[in-house]
């Protein structure tokens, strides 16, 4: 299993970032995937899921009307749309292949 996650960087409060993960060595198309983070000092939490079948999401709260999860079943890749980033957005964001199987995560430091 490979997870490879792309896109982050420095971005100014009330910008955007899409996040990209590139998926191999198991079925794309059966998996739930997700997207989490991890701030300095906190622990990993849950930013977005999309389910294998139907598509359905769900996001914290905290990102709720800003984040939208996606993916591509024919690319087996999985992405991550941010808007209206906020500095509490800062952390390192994780793909994640059922919540048990982690990418290298990448950076996000939202700041002016």
């Known amino acids: 299993v490979q997870l490879v996650e792309s896109g982050g960087g420095l971005v100014q409060p009330g910008g955007s970032l899409r996040l990209s993960c590139a998926t191999s060595g198991f079925t794309f198309s059966s998996a739930d995937m997700s997207w989490y983070r991890q701030a300095p000092g906190k622990e990993r939490e849950l930013v977005a899921r999309?389910?294998?079948?139907?598509?359905?999401?769900n996001y914290a709260e905290s990102v709720k009307g800003r984040f939208a999860i996606s993916r591509d079943n024919i690319k087996n890749m999985v992405y991550l749309q941010m808007n209206s980033l906020k500095p509490e957005d800062t952390a390192v964001y994780y793909c994640s292949l059922w919540g048990e199987r982690w990418g290298q995560g990448t950076q996000v430091t939202v700041s002016s």
């Open positions: 999309i389910r294998s079948t139907g598509g359905s999401t």
